[in-house]
């Protein structure tokens, strides 16, 4: 009986350790400089806000902390269907994607595309 006494103790202290730890990082990074109001190229769809590929300007990726070189290519590779487009068109490399992945996206379009 002692031992599981302690195998439900062991449990509910990995239990609490982990939910201490997922509760720790939900909000993910903070975008921007702090008190800073989103601009018009700003989303927010049920989550965080990002910074739409197809409508910021490059003083918006700059805010992101993106290079003039990265922004110049992003910005001459418009339009964007999804934000992974932006490694399978080598737009920029996967290094610099792990950086910015959680502060970008793109914005629903409101007409579908249609295909041949």
């Known amino acids: 009986m002692k031992s599981v006494n302690t195998i439900l103790l062991f449990g509910m202290a990995a239990d609490f ?12 990074p903070s975008i921007g400089s702090p008190g800073s109001q989103p601009s018009c190229k700003t989303h927010r769809l049920g989550g965080p806000s990002f910074t739409d590929l ?3 300007s490059s003083k918006d990726f700059e805010n992101i902390g993106l290079e003039r070189k990265a922004i110049s290519r992003i910005i001459d590779n418009r339009p964007y269907r999804n ?22 996206g793109v914005a629903p379009q409101d007409a579908t595309a249609r295909v041949a």
Request: glycine fraction near 6%.
């Open 83 to 104: 934000k992974l487009e932006l490694l399978s068109r080598l737009v920029i490399p996967v290094s610099v994607y792990g950086e910015i992945r959680h502060a970008i």
């Open 54 to 56: 197809n409508l910021a």
């Open 17 to 28: 350790t982990a939910a201490t730890f997922v509760k720790s990082f939900r909000h993910g």
